[in-house]
């Protein structure tokens, strides 16, 4: 992969800034789903607080995606970084004063994490296209999602050693340290993300009403044949990959002896998949989004499936490789497709209606994830989910201008500021005539 993509100053800050935070939230988030399953001693509770990670998503998307077109995007990140310190270190107290915490407060700050997340997301994905030139967008998103995968990689190995041994040795800092870790994390994200420039978005009727801006972001995205085709199969994905983690838990547990070090390394097998499969992608010109997310989805539901017959431990952790390998090559290009062609007044209403919409099925398919393995068994769940995964991205192929489309031929042209102006213009339910 070129490094040329980090001699952006912005694009930099911006990257090392998530680098960290994504390391604490990977030593946090496996204690956490950990935490939840020891104190409540029931594997449907994992499928429940995250069912309550999601419902953020549909109460707050709608008005997150208005504010990142509205406000500065830059302070906008810093402002849930600094939330999200205050929220740990407030939990801190509490798993310092009772190491296993009442389950109301578990699913509490679950709820509110996820919440002040909903408004980094979008303000975060709509700032990268103004930070780097067009022509390196992808290699750009594949930095980002290599980073977003290596760094939870080193996460996971922390906690599954250390964090592992401490859980051995001291179980009542077990939880503590990894929750202090993660609010010190995202101290300094916030401050590499104060280095940026202002991120004020591009567009010239800022003062209109929210509700208005929401309509508009609405508009948009069903005036756009490849962005309607993208939310629905993203909806019905979701409802398949949403009891995933639930299914490891449980497969942990039943056929490889309930250790946290031996989930830890099932994550870090899927995760490096996901970093190698990350680099290949950067370096290679994916012309046609649409394609590839469908045949990679396909591919990696064919592994799921597989994981249902492998109750040795050395296949289980290559499948969740495999499976890994194959996702960047679905994910990142249909990624980057969608901010080359969405205007920049409009990319934090997009990316938080397509956030809301997708994961509205998530808290469906979590709250339905224990019944799921407690009616048909662990080997039926994770066909199910690997059949859908393979499924449902057919249907993908059968819509022609989705199987067609292709990464637009002004990208490798376009300055951050060229391509916004080009952009514009476009009217809000036309066809274009590069997709």
């Not at 398919?365 to 199910?384: H, I, P, R, S």
Request: charged letters at 15%.
């Amino acid at each position: 992969m070129k490094s040329s993509v980090l001699q952006h100053r912005g694009f930099r800050d911006l990257w090392l800034g998530q680098a960290i935070s994504q390391f604490g939230d990977a030593m946090y988030a496996m204690t956490f789903l950990f935490m939840v399953g020891k104190i409540t001693g029931d594997p449907a509770m994992v499928g429940y607080v995250g069912a309550i990670q999601a419902v953020p998503y549909l109460l707050f998307s709608p008005y997150a995606g208005v504010l990142a077109d509205r406000v500065d995007r830059r302070r906008l990140m810093q402002f849930s970084d600094l939330a999200s310190t205050a929220l740990m270190f407030g939990f801190a107290i509490v798993v310092w004063l009772d190491s296993t915490p009442p389950v109301w407060t578990i699913f509490l700050v679950a709820f509110l994490l996820a919440t002040v997340n909903v408004f980094f997301a979008p303000a975060k994905s709509a700032s990268i296209p103004r930070l780097v030139p067009g022509d390196q967008l992808i290699e750009a998103n594949a930095l980002s999602s290599a980073t977003q995968n290596f760094m939870p990689m080193i996460g996971l190995a922390a906690s599954g050693t250390i964090l592992g041994a401490l859980y051995v040795y001291f179980p009542d800092a077990f939880f503590l340290v990894a929750i202090l870790v993660n609010g010190a994390t995202f101290v300094v994200s916030s401050w590499f993300i104060s280095r940026l420039p202002a991120l004020i978005p591009e567009r010239e009727d800022g003062h209109s009403h929210a509700l208005t801006d929401l309509k508009e972001g609405i508009r948009f995205v069903r005036g756009d044949h490849l962005l309607k085709v993208s939310l629905a199969l993203s909806l019905m994905l979701n409802l398949m990959i949403a009891p995933f983690m639930v299914a490891y838990i449980e497969a942990n547990r039943l056929w490889f002896g309930g250790q946290y070090g031996t989930l830890a390394s099932f994550e870090f097998g899927f995760m490096a998949g996901l970093v190698i499969g990350s680099i290949v992608v950067g370096r290679l010109r994916i012309q046609r989004p649409g394609l590839a997310y469908s045949v990679g989805l396909a591919i990696a539901g064919l592994f799921v499936a597989a994981m249902a017959f492998s109750r040795q431990y050395w296949l289980f952790l290559g499948f969740n490789v495999l499976c890994g390998l194959v996702l960047p090559f679905a994910t990142i290009p249909l990624t980057t497709y969608i901010q080359m062609i969405v205007p920049d007044a409009f990319r934090g209403r997009v990316n938080a209606t397509l956030t809301m919409l997708s994961m509205g099925v998530t808290p469906i398919g979590l709250g339905l994830a224990g019944m799921v393995l407690k009616e048909w068994g662990l080997v039926n769940t994770f066909l199910v989910m690997g059949l859908g995964l393979f499924i449902i991205p057919a249907l993908g192929l059968l819509d022609r201008p989705f199987r067609d489309s292709r990464m637009p031929s002004t990208a490798e042209k376009l300055e951050p500021q060229e391509e916004l102006a080009a952009a514009v213009p476009m009217t809000l339910a036309g066809s274009r005539e590069d997709t």
